[in-house]
């Protein structure tokens, strides 16, 4: 009889045992694929939105449109004649105005369409296979330049001096190197669809060296803006959080937490304003810099003044064939710049609704699967953290 039980029991064990290991299967392939998507989700908007928007609102020149006001008969053939010269028999001038036409890259909706327009349902997404094998190849060839680096300078003895600098070294090299490939993306965004295949459209090495600058300040502008923020959080977070975590300060533990809050927004702030200071100019100067060598056979898909105001010199007159680095962004008005920075702010804010509405979802998730109980116990570990901080 005690035999059957200890049967009964171990078989009651062994089930409970595969229906909890059965719901954590269930559970984390829930949450694994709830955040493939929301991954999915979140890199579809950046590139629509953050990559090809952004690039066109870059390189449009918004448009006028002249409007004339003619007074008099209404007789098509009568003479222009206002009310003062009617007596005297003197023509009249008519009036001209300029009216300036709203940008197509004003708002996503219009561009949306306008691309659907010009370039099918799936414009959106154009140029996504040149980018998605640019960041292929921007991948292999950063590890191989950093693979490479320490080793070429091992002989030199710069190697250790090198060392920790060899991955924003390696990023920029490759950055330089894959500079073609970059342009030709950008020839892909802001043009009408070409038969072509964006591989057949990638330009020469007469033209890398011509963009080979502006890519070098655009890569060296982006390592900037990813250093200033961990820099600051190595010089005001950390030791703050070692003192938190060794006791070593004579502050509570909630000035601690204040002061490692007040650190941690100074970090965001300055990861900010060395974004818009640095990154943006360089972004903007690499895509117009592009678009001032796109081939005269390729139309633009928005409007896009290829003289930059008459400081592009065509090659055949003795020029360079493109815009200068200052010209590129001095080129670029008050009213585009704020243009641009609507579209990236716009951007996060789509992308960070995407993230918050999967973590909320994640949270259901995680209590059904875990149980109210859980849930609860969890809160209340929070709230006594929170009391006993304060």
């Given at each position: 009889?005690?035999?059957?039980?200890?049967?009964?029991?171990?078989?009651?064990?062994?089930?409970?045992?595969?229906?909890?290991?059965?719901?954590?299967?269930?559970?984390?392939?829930?949450?694994?694929?709830?955040?493939?998507?929301?991954?999915?989700?979140?890199?579809?908007?950046?590139?629509?939105?953050?990559e090809v928007v952004a690039?066109?609102?870059?390189?449009?020149?918004?448009?006028?449109?002249?409007?004339?006001?003619?007074?008099?008969?209404?007789?098509?053939?009568?003479?222009?004649?206002?009310?003062?010269?009617?007596?005297?028999?003197?023509?009249?001038?008519?009036?001209?105005?300029?009216?300036?036409?709203?940008?197509?890259?004003?708002?996503?909706?219009?561009?949306?369409?306008?691309?659907?327009?010009?370039?099918?349902?799936?414009?959106?997404?154009?140029?996504?296979?040149?980018?998605?094998?640019?960041?292929?190849?921007?991948?292999?060839?950063?590890?191989?330049?950093?693979?490479?680096?320490?080793?070429?300078?091992?002989?030199?003895?710069?190697?250790?001096?090198?060392?920790?600098?060899?991955?924003?070294?390696?990023?920029?090299?490759?950055?330089?190197?894959?500079?073609?490939?970059?342009?030709?993306?950008?020839?892909?965004?802001?043009?009408?669809?070409?038969?072509?295949?964006?591989?057949?459209?990638?330009p020469d090495r007469k033209?890398?060296?011509?963009?080979?600058?502006?890519?070098?300040?655009?890569?060296?502008?982006?390592?900037?803006?990813?250093?200033?923020?961990?820099?600051?959080?190595?010089?005001?977070?950390?030791?703050?959080?070692?003192?938190?975590?060794?006791?070593?300060?004579?502050?509570?533990?909630?000035?601690?937490?204040?002061?490692?809050?007040?650190?941690?927004?100074?970090?965001?702030?300055?990861?900010?304003?060395?974004?818009?200071?640095?990154?943006?100019?360089?972004?903007?100067?690499?895509?117009?810099?592009?678009?001032?060598?796109?081939?005269?056979?390729?139309?633009?898909?928005?409007?896009?003044?290829?003289?930059?105001?008459?400081?592009?010199?065509?090659?055949?007159?003795?020029?360079?064939?493109?815009?200068?680095?200052?010209?590129?962004?001095?080129?670029?008005?008050?009213?585009?710049?704020?243009?641009?920075?609507?579209?990236?702010?716009?951007?996060?804010?789509?992308?960070?609704?995407?993230?918050?509405?999967?973590?909320?979802?994640?949270?259901?998730?995680?209590?059904?699967?875990?149980?109210?109980?859980?849930?609860?116990?969890?809160?209340?570990?929070?709230?006594?953290?929170?009391?006993?901080?304060?």
């Amino acid at each position: 009889m005690s035999g059957l039980a200890g049967h009964l029991l171990r078989r009651g064990l062994d089930s409970a045992t595969r229906l909890e290991g059965a719901e954590r299967r269930v559970r984390d392939f829930q949450l694994s694929r709830n955040a493939t998507i929301a991954l999915g989700v979140t890199m579809l908007i950046r590139y629509t939105y953050g990559e090809v928007v952004a690039t066109l609102a870059i390189v449009e020149t918004p448009t006028a449109t002249v409007a004339v006001e003619v007074e008099g008969s209404d007789d098509p053939d009568a003479p222009l004649l206002g009310a003062d010269e009617k007596q005297t028999g003197a023509p009249h001038l008519p009036e001209l105005y300029v009216v300036k036409n709203k940008p197509i890259t004003a708002k996503f909706r219009t561009t949306i369409c306008h691309l659907r327009a010009r370039g099918g349902r799936l414009a959106r997404f154009r140029g996504l296979s040149a980018w998605l094998s640019l960041q292929f190849l921007s991948f292999y060839a950063t590890k191989f330049f950093r693979f490479l680096i320490p080793r070429v300078l091992y002989p030199l003895g710069l190697s250790r001096v090198i060392s920790p600098l060899s991955l924003p070294l390696a990023t920029i090299l490759a950055a330089v190197v894959l500079g073609c490939v970059h342009m030709t993306w950008t020839h892909v965004v802001i043009s009408d669809p070409s038969p072509k295949p964006w591989s057949r459209r990638i330009p020469d090495r007469k033209a890398w060296l011509k963009v080979a600058p502006a890519t070098a300040l655009y890569a060296l502008a982006e390592q900037i803006t990813l250093g200033v923020p961990v820099a600051t959080f190595a010089f005001l977070v950390l030791p703050m959080a070692d003192r938190a975590f060794q006791n070593h300060s004579e502050m509570t533990l909630a000035e601690i937490y204040k002061s490692l809050a007040f650190r941690s927004l100074f970090v965001v702030a300055s990861g900010l304003l060395t974004a818009l200071l640095i990154l943006v100019p360089a972004i903007v100067t690499l895509a117009r810099v592009q678009a001032s060598m796109l081939p005269e056979d390729d139309e633009t898909i928005v409007p896009f003044d290829r003289s930059f105001g008459g400081k592009v010199v065509p090659e055949i007159l003795g020029g360079s064939g493109k815009v200068g680095l200052l010209d590129a962004w001095k080129t670029f008005g008050w009213s585009a710049r704020l243009r641009l920075l609507g579209v990236y702010i716009k951007t996060f804010m789509m992308e960070t609704t995407v993230i918050l509405s999967f973590a909320v979802f994640a949270v259901f998730q995680l209590q059904y699967f875990m149980g109210q109980q859980t849930v609860d116990d969890f809160s209340m570990i929070l709230k006594y953290r929170l009391n006993h901080a304060t």
